[in-house]
């Protein structure tokens, strides 16, 4: 069973420009896909739709345990988020119809049935099957095909334990550990048996795993959608925890794109700067006005968003407190699901504005109100590169948003197509909405500005810049370096770091930075640099008092810093 093909340059529809993507078996690696996802799964499935109308054949890969993905291919394909061309491809569903009979069984010890099972059953099948231990902890899930045999044990919902794959029979085809190793052998399955595997990435917990496949073949492109800092989200603040791990090993992306210029200087920063960094910013769909073009609602705004903490509504609800005792027709009107509905909602009646919020839930075609809106608010804490902004500039309906990392000051003009405003304020950008409500001039010169600001994000250039991305993350693969280690010793304002790799040490690059709270970017105390087969001898000035040093090499797609410490001492680390 084949699913990968292999494509050539893609083709254009007639009278549009071609987009040449590298030749290869493409994929889209998702991780898990639902039903009534937010901005990122749509900007995710947007990108499939474009590269498979492009020529492209691009299927999307998920790995997560289901009984069927087909309510969910159908409801995305209802809601215009699917092609009907396009291929969703599930790792269970896969395995329980692959023919596995022609791979060599593997000698492996067998896993220990629990003291108890339960059934996981759907529509009369049961898909699988947990084994618990005496106290009653899951120790292995079981997966089975229809028929009742067995393909597949994984540990339940965790990276670490013993897994098995299992043809009809009931030989072992795949002994692994984890959830990584089945993941990368899935993937390898679907892969041509020659010629380059490139593989689009969505998910930072699939791409870390993916990202230890030893295989020439397959080059890893990393899409980061979200800040990769917490805190004040400086340069120098600490890492999220949910990109710390692979964060750490950023070499073995072959390509790790953010979405804006912003972030990705907020990496060379932090990192060096890696050729594998690009920027590829979001698209946004193209839409004709509406004709007949509906008249806008004076003093409406939207504001499409999960009900998640990230989006802040609470905020939004108490800007709009604000609002309404001075606009008497206007109203707050949000599309969107999430846990934070209730106490949403609750915040609402406290500020005695419950009957002018109005909750729709999830709308697929919620974009298409903005027709109607006068204009929109984004309360978020962060966004990677807020796809509702372009949805509603796109729809002329202008955005007053907190400026956050990362995103809005990247797509906003504030003051000509929207505005910005300090993050968190809610006072502020009630201030900001009356007075752009009271100027209707004002309001009305932003539309067609909005507009315009959002067609410059088309698909043509969003096309080239992933070719590109592809081209240069090809043309870099014989260039990686791999490093087993790096280790250190200091000796007062020195110190001799040896580097266990194999390549042109000549390109290795190693400074001495320092930089104070707050700084915008750190200072390069470096005064000599000298190396003798793997060691390196680095001489640095004095830090100013209380300043925050550390060493910083790079090489290639590698980055390793260590910072200085106080006193002599020798550490080993990446």
Known sequence: MLYARRVSPSAAAPGEPATSFPDGAWFSVVGNVRLGAGGQTRMVLLRHRLFVAAGLDFPILTYNPVPSYEPIRAGLLADGLLLPESRMLNLHEDLRERDLGALPAVETCPIAPGSSTEDDVEDGYTWRRRHLDASGTETTWEYLRPDGTTYA????????????????????????????????????????????????????????????????????MHQMHNPHLRGDRRWD???????????????????????????????????????????????????????????????????????????????????????????????????????????????????????????????????????????????????????????????????????????????????????????????????????????????????????????????????????????????????????????????????????????????VQLRWQAWQPGDDAPTDLTTSVEHEGMAFEIRAGRAPKGAHERLLLTWQNFSWQQAVPQRRWWQRGR
């Open 153 to 220: 044990f994984t540990p339940p919902d965790v990276m670490d334990g013993d897994t098995r794959v299992l043809d009809r029979s009931g030989r072992v085809v795949l002994a692994g550990e984890g959830l990584g190793d089945l993941w990368r052998w899935w993937t390898r399955q679907l892969a041509p048996e020659d010629g380059a595997v490139l593989l689009v990435s969505d998910s930072r917990f699939v791409a870390e795993e993916l990202g230890l496949l030893d295989d020439p073949r397959f080059v890893l």
């Open 237 to 507: 603040s600490p890492i999220e925890p949910s990109y710390a791990s692979s964060l750490e090993h950023v070499d073995r992306f072959d390509a790790l794109n953010t979405l804006t210029e912003r972030q990705r200087h907020d990496l060379r920063l932090r990192f060096g700067d890696l050729p594998q960094f690009h920027v590829v910013a979001n698209p946004v769909e193209a839409v004709e006005p509406p004709s007949p073009a509906p008249a806008r609602v004076p003093g409406r705004i939207v504001v499409i968003a999960r009900l998640h903490p990230q989006k802040q509504l609470d905020r939004a609800i108490d800007a709009f407190a604000l609002v309404a005792p001075r606009h008497p027709t206007a109203t707050l009107e949000i599309y969107g699901d999430g846990d934070e509905e209730e106490r949403l909602r609750a915040r609402a009646a406290q500020r005695d504005v419950a009957d002018r919020v109005v909750f729709h839930g999830h709308v697929p075609d919620a974009a298409d109100r903005l027709w109607e809106a006068d204009l929109a608010w984004l309360t978020s804490r962060f966004e990677g590169y807020g796809l509702f902004i372009l949805e509603a500039r796109m729809r002329e309906c202008p955005v007053l948003a907190f400026d956050v990392p990362y995103g809005p000051a990247e797509q906003i003009e504030s003051g000509v197509d929207g505005v910005l405003v300090p993050a968190g304020d809610a006072a502020r950008l009630a201030h900001a909405t009356l007075d752009l409500l009271a100027d209707r001039e004002r309001l009305e010169a932003m539309r067609p500005r909005a507009r315009a600001g959002a067609i410059a994000h088309g698909h043509e250039s969003f096309l080239a810049d992933w070719a590109q991305v592809a081209r240069d993350a090809l043309a870099r693969k014989a260039e990686r370096v791999d490093v087993g280690d790096v280790a250190v010793d200091f000796e007062g304002r020195s110190a001799v770091v040896w580097v266990d790799g194999e390549g042109d040490l000549g390109e």
